[in-house]
């Protein structure tokens, strides 16, 4: 599967951004999808991720209640929607997707073997 993301951004602290990331290629519904982020000097950490079905989600307990992740079937897109951004969001952003587990949402970067190019989210104090 190939993944695309988009929607990163400068924005002030207080902000909103909202990513989005295109799939193609094979079923998008075998693929739990999940967005990773890197800032610099930093190891790559799990941000927030969707099972296949869509009926759960899962979020890093540094953005639960401000951010919320959610797909689109009929489009093959999945999204993350970042409110209350904070200095220490900033980081390139990732979309990967996983096929390895059914009705869980794997939070380690070792479970995805699909990754988009990452979008930059900077956000000023």
């Known amino acids: 599967v190939q993944l695309q993301a988009s929607g990163g951004g400068l924005v002030q602290a207080g902000g909103s951004l909202r990513l989005s990331c295109a799939a193609s290629?094979?079923?998008?519904?075998?693929?739990?999808m999940s967005w990773f982020r890197q800032a610099p000097g930093k190891e790559r950490e799990f941000v927030s991720g969707?099972?296949?079905?869509?009926?759960?989600?899962d979020y890093a307990d540094s953005v639960k209640g401000r951010f919320s992740i959610s797909r689109d079937y009929a489009k093959n897109m999945v999204f993350l929607q970042m409110f209350s951004l904070k200095p220490e969001d900033t980081a390139v952003y990732y979309c990967?997707?996983?096929?390895?587990?059914?009705?869980?949402?794997?939070?380690?970067?070792?479970?995805?073997?699909?990754w988009g190019r990452g979008t930059q989210v900077t956000v000023s104090s």
């Open positions: 990967a997707a996983s096929d390895t587990v059914t009705g869980a949402v794997p939070a380690t970067v070792g479970h995805y073997a699909y």
């Open positions: 290629g094979r079923t998008f519904s075998d693929f739990a």
């Open positions: 969707i099972s296949r079905g869509g009926s759960r989600t």
